[in-house]
């Protein structure tokens, strides 16, 4: 199970684990001897799921593997391969920056007063002000450049909120890791592992959001004559075209490599995945599901995104234009990845979730941590958190089919941490398949929208979903004649 510890305060869940619960089997038999060929098709395998709990170990230290997606064919008998996430990276052995020694977490939870704070970092900027006459001229010119008010209202209100959250975070937290030592699941003393993290090479995930955009030179489709779904068979080529006009569905009991662009991408048993931009929804709309639970990570406009373009973001006005209600069922359970910034928070709950007629319900809380069980970035930082929110929802529609379902529905807690070693991968999420199962029926329709990576039994969509599918992200574990 990804999940490693339950306790009151929320999980303590494996990442690394989930991604492999599926175990990614390439099972063939061959006729030919000593030839080589592309295999299709990845069997699921459910004896990976007793040692789920802990990271599997990197076929990088067992010896020489063949390369991404090739099976050897021998006379006579069947080799079956079977791919694992490569544990690296998720080797966050050592916080990005150390905390002080009094702010780390086993040094309890001091109190902090939010005017002393201000105070403090005023007090700062006028000592900076006093010795700036000393300085160089480039020092002084870089002084004036400064702004005059240390805090600016949207990180008052940052502040504000973090002083509310930040002793459930970190009691919830020590708790959580204290059960995650206990169990070795974390480890005090961590040796970082044999890094390969150089190794993946620049064409991983590139080019599928170009690709989106090309899409929209293509003809138009008649969608009358054309067919809402692309099936997934023993064929690993996929037309673009057919990718980007319609879902694609593995609807088998084992996994697929498709091959797009030249590239190879694992596509997990029972999933389903459409790769467009938001001006390409339509395909989605006609796949005809109504969804039980939507998750929604949306690309957040902010100024470090703008000066980085590592990603495109949308305005708060497109995300506003996602065709929530026509895809949720009734009571349907909406949650949306929110960043620190108090202007994204007040807007999910404010504007967001009402124009969509959804009520909000609690915000839980993801907290990064370590190999060892510390906080990756200092909790009480004034720039980045070692935190990031989640905001849970539900749609209100007909108040017959509401009051239909309500017997189905579960009440969801006002507030809950999960707490997770991150990828170092940029917003690679950690699944909510796991917590959320506690709080949702089984077999229920779930839908992540801006997705980068797929999740047997749900469908999936945005412009990169398929990153963190790359068949280069996976290793082979190990060989069985």
């Not at 990845?42 to 709990?53: F, G, L, N, P």
Request: include cysteine; aromatic fraction near 8%; glycine fraction near 4%.
């Amino acid at each position: 199970m990804s999940v490693v510890h339950r306790l009151t305060a929320g999980w303590l869940v494996d990442h690394l684990a989930f991604i492999n619960q599926c175990g990614y089997e390439i099972c063939h038999s061959f006729a030919y001897h000593g030839s080589v060929t592309l295999n299709a098709s990845v069997t699921s395998t459910e004896d990976y799921h007793d040692t789920s709990t802990f990271p599997a170990t990197s076929s990088s230290r067992d010896g020489l593997i063949p390369g991404g997606g090739d099976a050897i064919e021998r006379e006579g008998k069947t080799e079956k391969m079977r791919y694992v996430f490569r544990e690296e990276f998720f080797d966050i052995s050592k916080p990005h920056i150390a905390a002080a020694p009094e702010e780390q977490l086993w040094q309890g939870c001091p109190e902090v007063n939010l005017t002393e704070v201000k105070a403090n970092s005023n007090r700062e900027e006028h000592q900076e002000g006093t010795t700036s006459g000393v300085r160089d001229s480039v020092a002084s010119a870089r002084k004036k450049r400064k702004r005059k008010c240390i805090f600016n209202q949207g990180e008052l209100d940052a502040l504000e909120y973090h002083s509310k959250v930040r002793k459930l975070i970190w009691e919830g937290t020590l708790h959580l890791v204290q059960e995650g030592l206990k169990s070795g699941f974390l480890h005090r003393t961590t040796v970082e592992l044999s890094c390969r993290k150089d190794v993946v090479p620049g064409h991983v995930g590139c080019g599928l959001a170009e690709l989106c955009e090309m899409a929209k030179q293509f003809p138009a489709v008649n969608e009358s004559d054309h067919q809402a779904v692309h099936v997934l068979d023993d064929e690993t080529s996929i037309p673009e075209q057919d990718l980007l006009s319609c879902v694609t569905e593995n609807s088998s009991d084992c996994a697929k490599i498709v091959v797009l662009m030249g590239q190879k991408y694992l596509v997990p048993p029972k999933s389903s995945f459409l790769l467009s931009d938001i001006s390409c929804l339509q395909p989605l709309l006609n796949y005809k599901k109504k969804y039980d639970v939507i998750v929604i990570d949306p690309p957040w406009e902010n100024k470090s995104v703008k000066r980085s373009n590592r990603y495109s973001h949308l305005s708060s006005w497109q995300i506003k234009q996602i065709p929530v209600p026509a895809l949720a069922a009734p009571n349907c359970l909406v949650v949306t990845w929110v960043t620190n910034r108090q202007k994204h928070l007040q807007f999910v709950k404010d504007e967001l979730y009402p124009h969509w007629c959804v009520k909000t319900l609690a915000e839980w809380h993801w907290v990064k941590i370590t190999r060892a069980g510390e906080f990756v970035l200092p909790l009480d930082s004034l720039h980045k958190k070692p935190y990031e929110v989640l905001v849970l929802g539900r749609v209100q529609g007909d108040i017959k089919e509401t009051l239909r379902k309500s017997e189905d529905v579960l009440p969801i807690p006002e507030h809950k941490l999960i707490v997770s070693i991150p990828c170092s991968l940029h917003s690679h999420k950690p699944p909510l398949t796991a917590v959320l199962a506690e709080f949702i029926k089984p077999d229920v329709e779930c839908l992540e929208l801006f997705a980068r990576n797929l999740q047997p039994g749900w469908t999936s969509w945005g412009n990169e979903v398929l990153k963190f599918q790359h068949i280069d992200y996976f290793t082979l574990l190990h060989n069985e004649n």
